[in-house]
């Protein structure tokens, strides 16, 4: 009897730890842990700061009275991709990793895991980029197609720590050969 208990706690996993999942999404956890507790100041150096300063303006503009859209666009458009506004929006996005999400993945063991039902509700609608459309006109359409054009895929998930501290992640991927993931955002 014991024995087809030992069988079937090992069969059902029962009593095991967790297997850390395997993937880019996991070594980028890992690799945002070890960067955290070798130097903080760098950290940022994880974010795709160009994509999320594209998405970011894009995401004002669709937010925007149409009237003032492509105004808007036209105003931001010679900060894009300038050091000094990216610079700034590394200083900003390092704020996102909240005080008990940094503790977490300094000791280490978060994972990388599908979002949770909020989650989907919460960033993955107000954070989607659609396909251009006519409605759109040409210089928004132009600069969503743009956009679209350098990006490989966005993803996003539930980064969850054995303390139980979490964070919704939303990551990147440039099309093209030799690049990696990179964070576009985190949320709690």
Known sequence: MHKWLLVALTMFGCGKAKAVPKGPEQDLVAELGNALAADPRKV???????????????????????????????????????????????????????????????KGGCVWGPPAPGDLELYTSKHELPKPKPEMGQHIGQFLFDLQRQIGYITSGRVTCPDGTSAWVQLVKRKGGGNSLRILRVGK
Do not use: C, H, Y
């Open 44 to 106: 940022t150096a994880l974010w795709d700061v160009e994509i999320r300063q594209q998405v970011d303006l894009f995401e004002d503009i669709t937010r925007a009275p149409g009237t003032e859209r492509v105004k808007m666009l036209e105003a931001a458009q010679p900060r894009l991709g300038e050091a000094a506004a990216l610079d700034t929006l590394r200083a900003e996005v390092s704020g996102e990793l909240f005080a008990a999400f940094r503790v977490a993945l300094v």
